[in-house]
């Protein structure tokens, strides 16, 4: 599956950004749908992942409360809505998808297990 993101973007501290990822080619195997960031200097984190489906969410403890995941299976995109920012999210956000079933866990935040990738978004805020 070829990866597209779209929304990023510059905002202050306690705004609001929605991250879209659009998804073509070949989807028919996608079981997982998950977005990464990764800061400057820093390793690519996982963010929140959701199954096709949209059956099951999973989240980081950073954003948990603040982000939600959500996707549209028959579009087979995924996006992000992320609320009350703060400048610690400041990164390249990446959406990803995986067509290998991933375990609840920690498991379905790690980049190892995701196969499709895209270019990624940039998310600045500021304080």
């Known amino acids: 599956a070829h990866l597209v993101e779209s929304g990023g973007g510059s905002v202050q501290a306690g705004g609001s950004l929605r991250l879209s990822c659009a998804s073509s080619?070949?989807?028919?195997?996608?079981?997982?749908l998950a977005w990464f960031r990764q800061a400057p200097g820093r390793e690519r984190e996982g963010v929140a992942s959701?199954?096709?489906?949209?059956?099951?969410?999973y989240y980081a403890d950073s954003v948990k409360g603040r982000f939600t995941v959500s996707q549209d299976q028959i579009k087979m995109m995924v996006f992000l809505q992320m609320n009350n920012l703060a400048p610690d999210d400041t990164a390249t956000y990446y959406c990803?998808?995986?067509?290998?079933?991933?375990?609840?866990?920690?498991?379905?935040?790690?980049?190892?297990?995701?196969?499709?990738w895209g270019r990624g978004t940039q998310v600045t805020v500021s304080s």
């Open positions: 959701i199954t096709r489906g949209g059956g099951s969410t």
């Open positions: 990803a998808m995986s067509n290998q079933w991933i375990y609840y866990g920690e498991g379905r935040l790690s980049p190892s297990n995701y196969n499709s």
């Open positions: 080619g070949y989807t028919g195997d996608i079981q997982f």
